[in-house]
């Protein structure tokens, strides 16, 4: 309730923190009686999205259950702030068709019959599996797949307590691409842009209102808006981002490095770039390309090289490439060079995710934040390390010895993350087997491409030996699952997280509101599923026991990580875990818990938060510490080494950390690409991608036609037209996010799902004429390389022409009319395979109002349940990084009068076919030495040093 001061100087947005026990507002039911209802107020942490938001639950103290949830104003990066799906979790906890008890699966796999099991029924079946699979030297047969995270390390420190390789997760179909761009140029993988401080914000895609931390973000971008910055967007679409940009650049996809290529050359060009910085700050003098090499070299020589090199990309190419305006481009790039030091930026997903090369962007919008030597500043680009806390528990198992080759294959020896979209076809190649997966918050059926070859792997048992989908709601997954294990919501669960959300550096601590409002009110658990809703447990609880069940007599050296630091020999608690945690790992908060008579686990109960510093600038130029300094030797190239590692760089006369990279400076020259086969890429480039318009004429060339210097031959087998596909060629955006919907999570929330359920075809009206007077709301076919689907089109302006984009949040499916199984967004579907990998869906009913507990479910008016276009996309591995290229070309007519609204067919041979062209593009390890990857490059759950090298023929 918001609060009236009587003094009339100002409102009070949040309760405050000293009314959080007791509060009061009028029940809206009782209006216009003035009725009160009292709250607890418990924070927690938003699990709907990466940002990890502070959520505040209202407890009505007269039910003992939460009423709803609002913004916790003491969490410092969402300053009690959230977006649509955030509040709408409290939809998500009270669906009456929500999985409440661990389930096992009663007839074949994917029967769909299940039958409820007890936890010690799971923790036994699955201890078991997995201590004789160990026993008998089978560790890579144990696989975690993740889908979202939501929480910080105590996975990585569970696999490695087992001692295995066997971290796998939903990175490449997110963000290698962008990852890669940046961590060769510093290390860190992300960037955290200081928005609120910026003078110039540059977006690629739509971060307003559903990018990287889009809560957090955004309110700093409007801030910076509001202090005077300008916005530039960078987008085919007309999204709600751009439509709030002085700038809106509607680059054709795949161009995107073109434009921002040129944006350098007019800032190179002009003399209008931070010599000193790029002068001190990054390896130049490394640097060798088009037989220049800058070693002995001035300075200003390397400056006349690089604008040799890029005078190709002037406005005018980039506008031939991209159809942004030349002006604009020249435009932009002079704002940006008078922003200098206050250029901030952002780019995940769109250019990055969806092309080849989709690395290289990236790497261009960096060459642009080095120019102006906007990193590490206020209203600059910063490093994700920097503003990220990860504290570290009592004490951790060292790394595993193992490499797991179905996770970082010899072909992808650059990819950041794990091969995950390519498991299906690793599996199919015989490269490996699984004896017990665990999904975990996680729907590859769904959200991954080529869905049916996930199907094909999953219901087979010689593969998959043991699958257990751990999850807060029913999916396409869990659907092909041995167990399905409810895993607890927001406010049902622990955790630790911390984003780079702004210029600072915080801890957010995830509760089991329930179980800590009874706690306080001295009731004991022995574990959290006692106190949440039915049997709903949450995962630290579930790995800690889980470790138990493997090794409970503590012979196989597992145990032992889970085991009190307090208490030997007994049983780790989450309380003791996160405890140790905050009185020994986190800087300050001891201290600030002590000032109100706190232990910092009761602070952190209390505040749900804690912000552990701001003072994130500039962290390259610390001084390297007297301890690394002494002893140490400076190496020709300045590095300064101590016993043979890099502890920091000699610039201006003085040692500093620098950055993690081989050169501790900032990679303009990447030696590592050169040295890893890609020599043509050691410098931020451009190359066009596999959608690129020459590319969608050739894809239907006849054989040996030439289309001139202007296609690039290396994509041209990359494509082929299943033989009954028709229609006109165009580029399909296939991964807008709707701010409102987030992937499986959101398919329970009704708030969520009223908002919107529907993903139509947006066609331009240019393109409607071609496809022979399209309107709004006739049926299209639209055909990949490997089916097709069927689904309305919608004409608008607000899409470059030559593209046609669908978002991904719709089309979820169920196979049973009558299951449980998010029937508030789900269609009811009926799916055949009509030949060998041959798969066709019909949509038997859509949405449908239904009786439950909840009344709100009669009153369902909603029918569409959108169309699930995912399972019709072939895997696009990018053969440097891995990540999955989601943009692809289609071909798009109008539906014949077979053809009903989301019909699917898929034939999985071809996707099995497509994958083997692009892995044909990539260029495998061995790097130099006879390594597997770089080791300088960072890697999920890294195992020893001796691991990353190949076999030799010796052993
Ligand atoms: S941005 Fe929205 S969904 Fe994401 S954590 Fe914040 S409130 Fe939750």
Same mark, same amino acid.
């Given at each position: ?6 003094? *009339? ?19 809206? !039911? =009782? ?114 797949? +993740? ?44 960037? @955290? ?23 957090? /973000? ?45 944006? &350098? ?13 790029? %002068? ?15 070693? *002995? ?48 930026? /952002? ?60 996770? #970082? ?18 599996? %199919? ?6 004896? &017990? ?7 590859? +059926? ?31 997954? &869990? ?47 022995? #574990? ?45 608690? +989450? ?63 300045? +590095? ?17 950390? *620098? ?32 959608? /690129? ?55 329970? @929330? ?17 393109? &409607? ?47 049973? %009319? ?11 579907? !009926?799916?055949?395979?009509? *030949? ?28 569409? =349940? ?48 497509? #994958? ?40």
């Amino acid at each position: 309730m918001t609060e009236f001061k009587r003094d *009339g100087s100002h409102l009070s947005s949040y309760p405050p923190v000293e009314k959080w026990d007791d509060w009061v507002e009028y029940d809206p !039911d =009782a209006w216009p009686r003035r009725v009160e209802k009292h709250y607890q107020l418990v924070p927690t942490i938003c699990f709907n999205c990466e940002s990890a938001c502070g959520l505040l639950a209202y407890v009505d103290k007269e039910t003992g259950q939460v009423a709803k949830f609002e913004g916790n104003p003491k969490h410092p990066a969402s300053r009690g702030r959230l977006c649509a799906k955030g509040p709408a979790t409290i939809t998500q906890i009270h669906d009456p068709d929500r999985i409440l008890y661990p389930m096992k699966r009663s007839g074949p796999r994917g029967g769909g019959k299940w039958m409820r099991t007890s936890w010690d029924e799971v923790l036994e079946t699955f201890g078991a599996r997995i201590r004789k699979a160990f026993q008998e030297n089978r560790g890579e047969e144990v696989m975690y797949h +993740v889908g979202r995270p939501g929480h910080d390390f105590i996975m990585e420190r569970t696999l490695q307590a087992w001692g295995i390789d066997g971290h796998n997760s939903h990175t490449n179909v997110c963000s290698s691409s962008a990852r890669l761009g940046y961590l060769l140029w510093h290390y860190a993988d992300r960037p @955290s842009p200081d928005h609120a401080n910026a003078r110039f914000i540059l977006l690629l895609s739509a971060h307003l209102e559903s990018g990287h931390y889009f809560n957090p /973000h955004a309110q700093r971008i409007i801030e910076g808006k509001m202090a005077g910055a300008k916005l530039a967007v960078m987008d085919p679409r007309l999204s709600n981002t751009a439509s709030m940009a002085d700038y809106w650049m509607p680059s054709y996809p795949g161009t995107e490095a073109a434009v921002l290529l040129a944006m &350098a050359m007019v800032i190179l060009s002009e003399n209008r770039f931070d010599a000193t910085f790029v %002068k001190n700050w990054t390896n130049w003098e490394e640097l060798e390309v088009d037989g220049f090499s800058a070693k *002995g070299q001035s300075f200003e020589a390397l400056i006349e090289a690089l604008k040799r090199h890029y005078a190709k990309f002037t406005p005018e190419f980039a506008e031939k490439e991209s159809g942004v305006k030349a002006e604009v481009i020249v435009k932009t790039a002079r704002e940006i060079a008078a922003a200098g030091s206050r250029f901030a930026s /952002h780019l995940w997903r769109g250019s990055a995710s969806g092309n080849l090369g989709g690395w290289q962007p990236a790497r261009a919008l960096m060459l642009l934040h080095v120019l102006t030597g906007s990193v590490g500043t206020p209203g600059g680009h910063n490093l994700n390390a920097w503003n990220k806390f990860v504290p570290r528990p009592y004490k951790n198992p060292p790394p595993q010895k193992r490499w797991n080759e179905l996770l #970082y294959p010899q072909e992808w020896p650059l990819c950041t993350h794990e091969m995950s979209p390519l498991l299906p076809h690793f599996l %199919k190649e015989g490269r490996g087997r699984i004896e &017990a997966y665990f999904t975990r918050v996680f729907n590859p +059926v769904w959200t991954y491409p080529d869905g049916f070859s996930w199907i094909e792997m999953l219901r087979d048992e010689e593969k998959v030996g043991l699958h257990a989908a751990l999850t807060p709601t029913w999916s396409e997954t &869990a659907w092909f699952a041995d167990y399905v294990l409810p895993m607890g919501f927001s406010s049902e669960r622990h955790d630790l997280m911390s984003q780079e959300s702004y210029a600072g550096k915080w801890i957010g601590f995830r509760q089991p509101v329930l179980r800590v409002l009874q706690e306080r009110e001295g009731k004991k658990f022995d #574990y959290t599923y006692q106190a949440n809703p039915g049997e709903v447990w949450e995962e630290d609880e579930f790995w800690i026991n889980l470790s138990w069940a493997i090794d409970p007599d503590g012979s196989m050296g597992i145990r032992q990580w889970f085991e009190s630091p307090y208490h030997p020999g007994k049983k780790l608690t +989450v309380d003791e875990y996160y405890g140790w945690i905050f009185e020994n790992s986190v800087p300050g908060l001891p201290e600030a818990a002590a000032k109100e008579g706190l232990k910092p686990l009761e602070y952190m109960r209390k505040y749900g938060a804690y912000e552990v510093t701001t003072d994130v600038y500039k962290q390259n130029e610390k001084p390297v510490a007297p301890a690394d300094l002494s002893g140490s030797k400076v190496e020709a190239n300045g +590095v300064v080494t101590k016993d043979g590692k890099a502890v920091g760089v000699m610039v201006d006369g003085a040692a500093v950390v *620098g950055y993690n990279t081989p050169s501790r400076k900032l990679e303009l020259f990447s030696k590592t690409m050169a040295d890893w086969k890609w020599p043509e890429f050691a410098l931020p480039e451009y190359y066009r991608s596999h959608i /690129h318009r020459s590319a969608q004429a050739a894809s239907m060339a006849k054989p040996g036609e030439d289309f001139g210097p202007d296609f690039d031959k290396r994509y041209m087998p990359l494509v082929e037209w299943p033989k009954d596909s028709n229609g006109e060629v165009y580029t399909l955006l296939p991964i807008f996010r709707l701010p409102h919907l987030i992937h499986t999570r959101s398919g329970n @929330s009704k708030y969520l799902y009223e908002i919107a359920h529907k993903n139509p075809l947006w066609v331009n009206p240019v393109d &409607a004429k071609e496809l022979g007077g399209i309107n709004t709301g006739d049926l299209l076919k639209v055909h990949t390389e490997i089916g097709f689907f069927v689904l309305h089109a919608w004409v608008t302006e607000g899409l470059t022409p030559g593209v046609v984009a669908c978002s991904h949040h719709m089309g979820r499916w169920r196979l049973n %009319k009558e299951d449980h199984v998010e029937r508030m967004s789900s269609a009811w579907v !009926d799916l055949k395979e009509v *030949g060998k990998g041959q798969w066709k869906m019909r949509q038997t009913s859509g949405v449908e109002p239904y009786e439950t507990s909840d009344p709100d479910t009669k009153r369902v008016w909603w029918s569409d =349940a959108g169309v699930h276009q995912n399972l019709t996309f072939p895997v696009h591995p990018d053969p440097i990084t891995g990540m999955h290229c989601w943009h692809q070309m289609v071909r798009v007519e109008r539906a014949g009068a077979g053809d009903r609204y989301g019909d699917i067919f898929v034939d999985t041979n071809l996707s099995f076919a497509v #994958y083997q062209r692009w892995k044909a593009l990539t260029r495998p390890a061995p790097g130099p030495g006879g390594l597997r990857r770089p080791l300088w490059i960072p890697r999920v759950v890294r195992p020893v040093e001796a691991a990353f090298y190949l076999p030799t023929e010796k052993g």
